[in-house]
């Protein structure tokens, strides 16, 4: 699992440990497994939020765990041309890579470590797939995307897309050395991630060693989730057991502790965790497929738009197959 790394942690800024005498640590309210199932043109993902209560997840809609998977020559798979509107879609790969392009000219193809992230805002067309090259030669494909919603004054935005590179994302170390930490987006303490947020969100991807322990300030006005990628660990002051395709539920404080266990597999070194939360919008939601408005009249609207061209064009030089109906 490369993501973005460095050989020693230890020349990396530290996140220091919150003090115990007046930070509130954030309890687990549930561990939840993520059932595995099917995406766009059939690739493999685990529904990462599947049966938790949106009130919990807010301000986030949906999440996949894309892969892990190995690709034989020719079985790459990605997505048709779709719609979206009242959202934004975050897509961090962590190995392999993935070619994005929107009818909005936003695109790019992004790699180990990569995130592109794209407001859907009033509408957008767009299509994910991999390269032809890796369609040809098979190969390691895992990452992430992310819905995160955006609030009914901000639904209504113009489209946009940042593409951030490996390069950018913020690296620190807990403060014993013992785990790697990604800021993409929001901050984690004085350290903050390159990603560039309409709803205000933290997004973090932490390696942990065997047996490492790691407890980070986490705004208290903010949910707090956590989503096993790969090996096991614990969630919690109380350490609820927590393992490869599990998502942790906290409950309210100002910091949170997830701890790898002392021994892993050979295949995942190390306790791979996103760590995710944002400010509640506290707002109705009306989800079906690939719109996220706030009543049901806004989504027969985006369905109407869609229908009638009026959320983008497919670019005329596109090789792939019109938008799914």
Same mark, same amino acid.
């Given at each position: 699992?490369?993501?973005?790394?460095?050989?020693?942690?230890?020349?990396?800024?530290?996140?220091?440990?919150?003090?115990?005498?007046?930070?509130?640590?954030?309890?687990?309210?549930?561990?939840?497994?993520?059932?595995?199932?099917?995406?766009?043109?059939?690739?493999?993902?685990?529904?990462?939020?599947?049966?938790?209560?949106?009130?919990?997840?807010?301000?986030?809609?949906?999440?996949?765990?894309?892969?892990?998977?190995?690709?034989?020559?020719?079985?790459?798979?990605?997505?048709?041309?779709?719609?979206?509107?009242?959202?934004?879609?975050?897509?961090?790969?962590?190995?392999?890579?993935?070619?994005?392009?929107?009818?909005?000219?936003?695109?790019?193809?992004?790699?180990?470590?990569?995130?592109?992230?794209?407001?859907?805002?009033?509408?957008?067309?767009?299509?994910?797939?991999?390269?032809?090259?890796?369609?040809?030669?098979?190969?390691?494909?895992?990452?992430?995307?992310?819905?995160?919603?955006?609030?009914?004054?901000?639904?209504?935005?113009?489209?946009?897309?940042?593409?951030?590179?490996?390069?950018?994302?913020?690296?620190?170390?807990?403060?014993? !050395?013992?785990?790697?930490?990604?800021?993409?987006?929001?901050?984690?303490?004085?350290?903050?991630?390159? !990603?560039?947020?309409?709803?205000?969100?933290?997004?973090?991807?932490?390696?942990?060693?065997? !047996?490492?322990?790691?407890?980070?300030?986490?705004?208290?006005?903010?949910?707090?989730?956590?989503?096993?990628?790969?090996?096991?660990?614990?969630?919690?002051?109380?350490?609820?057991?927590?393992?490869? !395709?599990?998502?942790?539920?906290?409950?309210?404080?100002?910091?949170?502790?997830?701890?790898?266990?002392?021994?892993?597999?050979?295949?995942?070194?190390?306790?791979?965790?996103?760590?995710?939360?944002?400010?509640?919008?506290?707002?109705?939601?009306?989800?079906?497929?690939?719109?996220?408005?706030?009543?049901?009249?806004?989504?027969?609207?985006?369905?109407?738009?869609?229908?009638?061209?009026?959320?983008?064009?497919?670019?005329?030089?596109?090789?792939?197959?019109?938008?799914?109906?």
């Amino acid at each position: 699992m490369p993501a973005v790394t460095v050989e020693n942690l230890l020349v990396l800024p530290r996140v220091a440990l919150p003090d115990p005498t007046t930070s509130v640590p954030r309890a687990v309210i549930s561990v939840s497994s993520a059932p595995s199932g099917l995406e766009g043109e059939g690739f493999p993902v685990r529904r990462a939020f599947a049966g938790v209560p949106q009130a919990q997840l807010d301000p986030f809609v949906h999440m996949d765990q894309m892969g892990e998977v190995e690709y034989a020559p020719g079985e790459p798979k990605g997505t048709p041309w779709h719609p979206h509107r009242g959202f934004e879609t975050v897509t961090y790969i962590i190995d392999g890579i993935f070619q994005h392009r929107d009818s909005n000219g936003g695109g790019g193809v992004i790699t180990n470590g990569d995130t592109q992230w794209m407001t859907a805002g009033a509408g957008i067309l767009h299509i994910e797939r991999p390269p032809e090259e890796l369609v040809v030669s098979g190969g390691l494909f895992h990452g992430i995307q992310l819905w995160v919603n955006l609030p009914r004054q901000m639904k209504w935005v113009p489209p946009r897309y940042q593409d951030i590179r490996g390069g950018a994302v913020t690296l620190v170390a807990s403060d014993d !050395g013992g785990a790697l930490i990604r800021i993409i987006a929001g901050a984690i303490g004085p350290h903050s991630g390159p !990603g560039v947020t309409y709803t205000p969100i933290t997004l973090v991807h932490a390696s942990l060693a065997p !047996g490492a322990r790691l407890t980070l300030p986490w705004r208290a006005d903010f949910n707090a989730l956590a989503y096993a990628l790969a090996g096991r660990g614990s969630a919690g002051e109380r350490g609820a057991s927590l393992g490869t !395709g599990q998502l942790v539920v906290f409950g309210a404080g100002d910091t949170l502790t997830v701890a790898a266990d002392p021994e892993q597999e050979s295949r995942t070194p190390e306790f791979e965790v996103l760590l995710l939360g944002g400010q509640p919008i506290r707002e109705p939601v009306a989800w079906a497929g690939p719109f996220v408005m706030n009543t049901d009249d806004e989504l027969r609207q985006a369905f109407t738009d869609y229908r009638a061209g009026r959320l983008g064009s497919i670019p005329v030089d596109s090789v792939s197959a019109s938008p799914a109906p």
